[in-house]
């Protein structure tokens, strides 16, 4: 858990559809979801990440 915590600024109109997306999904707040949302992002492998993974499955036989 971090010291010091952050802030980030989101425009009202952005803030808004957040919380109206939140309320509609379940989350327990707009942070969460933003937490949510910035996590998926930074496990999307780079394309020099995705090049490595399909070559070894390409070796295991999984890909063409």
Same mark, same amino acid.
């Given at each position: 858990m971090a010291l010091f915590k952050r802030k980030v600024v989101l425009e009202d109109?952005?803030?808004q559809r957040a919380q109206a997306h =939140?309320?509609? =999904?379940?989350? %327990? %707040?707009v942070e969460e979801f933003v937490i949510h949302c910035i996590e998926k992002e930074l496990n999307v492998p780079s394309a020099a990440d995705q090049e490595r993974i399909d070559e070894r499955l390409k070796g295991l036989g999984y890909l063409e």
């Open positions: 109109e952005l803030w =939140v309320e509609k =999904v379940g989350y %327990s %707040s």
